[in-house]
């Protein structure tokens, strides 16, 4: 192997604190040949609190009744992974009306113990996606 094919090999740093993304899929590929499951769970991703901050307006000016809900989705400060029944998704004051504009957001998040944990899984593989087409274009080159 040429020199330079193997310095661009060595800059990716393809180990754990080099290039976490190429030492993830690494070793969530290792894991899959002796197992069938890689296991994953669901995630808070997000809480809308433009719901409660329309409700709360429109309450306050009942004149602005037709203003469209402003859903803003805030993630929370404890992602809950995994979900479990019974958790808390939103704590409202005591005396707050029930607001059916609430929505939540949920990820699908891979967890493999001392791996991963809790990592939202359609962006875990976008990200590993986009590596792997990097390294194959920058690559490219050294294969003549």
């Not at 402003?70 to 400060?77: D, E, G, S, V």
């Amino acid at each position: 192997m040429k020199q330079d094919a193997i310095d661009a090999i060595n800059s990716t740093k393809p180990y754990k604190d080099g290039n976490d993304t190429l030492w993830l899929l690494h070793t969530l590929n290792i894991i899959d040949k002796h197992r069938y499951l890689i296991l994953v769970g669901s995630a808070l991703q997000g809480v809308d609190v433009g719901a409660v901050v329309s409700h709360d307006f429109k309450a306050a000016f009942p004149q602005f009744d037709s203003m469209p809900i402003l859903h803003t989705f805030f993630p929370p400060a404890d992602r809950k992974f995994p979900l479990e029944v019974d958790d808390e998704l939103y704590v409202d004051a005591q005396d707050a009306e029930v607001n059916n504009d609430m929505k939540y957001e949920f990820d699908v998040a891979i967890d493999e113990p001392g791996i991963t944990e809790g990592e939202p899984l359609i962006k875990t593989l976008q990200d590993m996606v986009d590596l792997v087409d990097k390294l194959v274009t920058d690559f490219a080159r050294l294969l003549t």
